[in-house]
């Protein structure tokens, strides 16, 4: 895997490549712009080329874009639905201006509609957002969620349903987080547990959907759909967790990244990365299921 973290854009976009390369990051991800507000200022020609410098300067293997909290596709609320559609559309627009590759987006919550009529709304909701950016390649990547509240995506038909019905599936993928999965009822925890995962995975939308990870630990146990990561070996994943899915040869090219707490100095990203790094080298060689022929990737 393409290991890395979520770096932080405080004092621009360009010290998130910045922070990835101090903690020697392969991959990088980063909020296009103020992850709490709705809408940012207009990119300017002299900001994006800098931000294109820097990334080819970078040695970065992959870097990524993940939408901001505000943005709720589900939401029964027409005022918020609308507003995290424009918001929603600005970021694709961003992010395509910086030439990456995706945006990790959650699917949103329902907020009491229900499952059906909030994955109704993501459906239409995104419509709206890739018809509005069709000349654009950049794709949206809907994350799975640990259930948290009414939240969409801890199921995985969840993904399928919206999958089968959106007018444009290939501007679709997916980003699977390992603390959610856990919360959500996916017990990871064996090499034969986390094959049988992907394999749900695969059914539910295919493997070759599958662009990034998220590496987190959980705070909460398994099926709690309770949304807290830890870092890497300290929660109820657990450390030997890891190193089965460090080390599955199906996604040894894609970036995998870190979403953990952090201080200023950065080195709690440092020493999970190292401790991903200690398993890289020790592979096991139990998971299940064939190995799938490497794929060049453009991130």
Excluded at 118 to 130: I, P, Q, T
Aim: glycine share 8%; net charge positive; charged share 25%.
């Amino acid at each position: 895997m393409l290991l890395g973290a979520h770096c932080s854009t405080a004092g621009g976009l360009t010290t998130a490549l910045d922070r990835a390369r101090r903690i020697g990051a392969d991959s990088c991800q980063l909020f296009v712009k103020n992850n709490m507000q709705w809408f940012g200022s207009t990119l300017d020609d002299a900001e994006v080329a800098a931000f294109r410098a820097a990334r080819a300067a970078s040695g970065l293997a992959c870097v990524f874009a993940h939408a901001g909290y505000l943005i709720n596709l589900a939401s029964p609320h027409s005022v918020q639905w609308e507003k995290s559609i424009r918001s929603l559309i600005q970021e694709l627009e961003r992010a395509a201006a910086l030439q990456l590759p995706f945006l990790v987006l959650h699917p949103g919550a329902h907020l009491g509609l229900g499952e059906l009529p909030g994955l109704h709304r993501v459906v239409k909701a995104l419509d709206e957002a890739l018809a509005a950016t069709r000349t654009l390649k950049i794709r949206v990547a809907l994350e799975n969620t640990a259930g948290q509240g009414t939240c969409l995506g801890a199921e995985l038909w969840h993904l399928t349903w919206v999958f089968e019905r959106v007018r444009s599936p290939e501007r679709l993928a997916v980003c699977l987080d390992t603390a959610h999965l856990l919360a959500a009822g996916h017990d990871l925890r064996s090499p034969a547990g986390w094959d049988r995962v992907i394999r749900e995975v695969d059914r539910a939308v295919g493997l070759e959907q599958i662009v990034a990870f998220h590496l987190n630990d959980s705070k909460a146990p398994l099926g709690s759909r309770v949304d807290r990561h830890e870092h890497i070996g300290q929660g109820h994943l657990g450390r030997e967790t890891f190193r089965h899915i460090v080390n599955d040869p199906r996604f040894s090219q894609h970036p995998a990244c870190l979403e953990t707490p952090k201080s200023e100095d950065l080195h709690e990203d440092r020493e999970n990365l190292a401790l991903l790094r200690s398993m890289c080298a020790q592979p096991t060689s139990t998971v299940p299921g064939k190995v799938a022929k490497k794929r060049s990737r453009k991130c």
